[in-house]
């Protein structure tokens, strides 16, 4: 089922990631990394459809171009990547 190379080394939380520079940079770590299943599955939205509000953003064509770049890297889709930093934010802003 896993065909990614056994040598890659599991990132098992998103705290592992780190900033990049560039996107050199990003690639080279992505090259002898992988996301742990368990973490890609953690991150998938289960918005109870019931509760759901549907809304509209506008962003600067660039910075969406690059969201979704990002987005592609992981193997997510952008508008629930999206959703997930949201929450990821306000959970932190909660904390605070």
């Known amino acids: 089922m896993d065909t990614a190379p056994a ?7 998103w705290k592992d990631v780190p900033v990049f520079e ?3 940079a990003e690639g080279k770590f992505w090259a002898t990394h992988q996301l742990d299943a368990r973490l ?3 991150s998938i939205h289960r ?6 509000t ?4 506008r962003f600067d ?3 969406l171009s690059r969201i ?8 997510l889709n ?10 990821e934010r306000m959970e932190q802003e909660l904390k605070d």
């Open 68 to 75: 979704k770049r990002v987005a592609r890297r992981r193997y």
């Open 7 to 13: 040598d890659l080394k599991p990132v098992k939380a």
């Open 78 to 87: 952008y508008q629930s990547m999206i959703k997930q930093w949201l929450s």
């Open 61 to 63: 064509p660039r910075m």
């Open 47 to 52: 918005a109870d459809v019931r509760e759901s």
């Open 54 to 57: 549907t809304i509209t953003l």
């Open 22 to 24: 560039s996107e050199e």
């Open 40 to 42: 890609m599955l953690a």
